[in-house]
């Protein structure tokens, strides 16, 4: 029969690979609160694997524009040549969250090797909007 074409394999090297992210603290952040003297914003960081709707979020830490979270997790899913997204939101209770930055890390940037270090976020139209402190590391890497 026609239709019993063996199930597609993956060439070698395109294995999805487990990450080990670290978000550990970000600086520079833009305040966003609404209400003038209420303190500053209350950011959090999401980091997703572009495309592939996984993703890990640190928790909010309240009236902060250089927040630590020291946010540990482990991404599943991750393909050679798939990007990483860190995106930092103030969390407005009752409110719409507000978009305080992102920064788009290309899987050459981190994969193999791993990355450690600041990027630079962005707001829009390239205006720098702080920064975020990361590790990356890929899982079942030769001499782990």
Do not use: M
Request: with cysteine; aromatic share 8%; charged share 25%.
């Amino acid at each position: 029969a026609a239709d019993a074409t063996p199930a597609a394999v993956a060439p070698p090297g395109d294995e999805a690979v487990t990450l080990s992210i670290t978000i550990t603290s970000a600086k520079g952040l833009r305040d966003a609160d609404w209400v003038p003297g209420s303190g500053t914003s209350d950011p959090y960081c999401v980091c997703e694997v572009f495309g592939r709707g996984v993703s890990t979020r640190t928790k909010v830490v309240n009236n902060n524009l250089d927040p630590v979270w020291d946010h540990h997790a482990e991404l599943a899913g991750f393909k050679p040549g798939d990007a990483l997204v860190f995106s930092v939101f103030d969390d407005d209770l009752g409110r719409k969250t507000d978009f305080l930055g992102h920064v788009t890390v290309p899987s050459d940037k981190f994969y193999p090797g791993g990355f450690s270090g600041e990027l630079a976020l962005e707001e829009k139209e390239k205006v720098s909007s702080g920064s975020i402190q990361v590790k990356i590391e890929a899982g079942g890497q030769p001499g782990e």
